[in-house]
């Protein structure tokens, strides 16, 4: 019974290269949440996705971020043209429901800008 | 923001000893929720407390909630080396779309 599963568990890139983060939700969970979190932080919610569908992201910058969740394959979090800024933990939750019930974590994907 | 804000910041106690965290936050909610996280590793799911419950209890844990501060409080009884952790509290959103994390508490439990 795997749990929520997120790769790479680090990544590092130059100023400008495009940067990957995958999640796969746990068996059974079909929302997604994508989260950031800076050094002695909490997590700031950036979107929401169902299979195929964006449904909030209130928290995305308008630019060079992007997320998809295909109905096949794991949820995609994508960052064009990355800055020093963009260096933080990224962290995927799944549950099975809309907000009423505990999110499910991925233990995050480090990015770290060169 | 409705980000809700932990207090204290960080806290250092021996063994044994109780751990009290605190949560404030700004709006109405459903329902709060407590997280723990170790260092790099991602946030687990502790205890759910609903607007109409005052008080929860789950093993070593007590949380209770005052609506009418907009307060919640995290005790953790009998405190042992592997809770050690940062605690994190979270309000869900009007549209239960997205959660709300706090700064969390830094715990330090001492053997």
């Known amino acids: 019974n795997a749990g929520v599963m997120q790769n790479p568990r680090h990544l590092v890139r130059r100023r400008g290269q495009e940067a990957r983060l995958r999640c796969s939700p746990m068996?059974?969970?079909?929302?997604v949440y994508w989260y950031r979190q800076l050094p002695e932080e909490g997590l700031k919610f950036m979107v929401y996705l169902q299979k195929e569908n964006i449904i909030d992201e209130s928290g995305m910058p308008k630019e060079r971020f992007s997320a998809e969740f295909p109905k096949e394959g794991p949820s995609i979090l994508r960052i064009q043209q990355v800055v020093r800024g963009d260096s933080a933990a990224y962290f995927c939750?799944?549950?099975?429901?809309?907000?009423?019930?505990?999110?499910?974590f991925g233990d995050g994907t480090r990015l770290s800008i060169l | 923001s409705q980000q809700g804000e932990e207090d204290p910041q960080a806290l250092s106690i021996q063994e044994g000893e109780n751990a009290t965290m605190n949560c404030s936050y700004k709006?109405?909610?459903?329902?709060l929720q407590w997280y723990r996280q170790n260092s790099g590793r991602g946030l687990v799911h502790l205890i759910l407390i609903r607007s109409n419950e005052r008080e929860k209890h789950s093993g070593r844990l007590r949380v209770t909630l005052d609506t009418s501060k907009k307060s919640s409080s995290l005790l953790i009884t009998a405190s042992r080396a592997a809770d050690t952790a940062s605690y994190f509290c979270?309000?869900?959103?009007?549209?239960?779309?997205?959660?709300?994390f706090g700064t969390g508490t830094s715990l330090t439990v001492i053997p």
């Open positions: 068996k059974g969970h079909s929302h």
């Open positions: 979270a309000t869900e959103s009007n549209t239960g779309n997205q959660f709300y």
């Open positions: 939750a799944s549950s099975p429901g809309n907000g009423k019930q505990p999110q499910h």
């Open positions: 709006t109405s909610i459903n329902n």
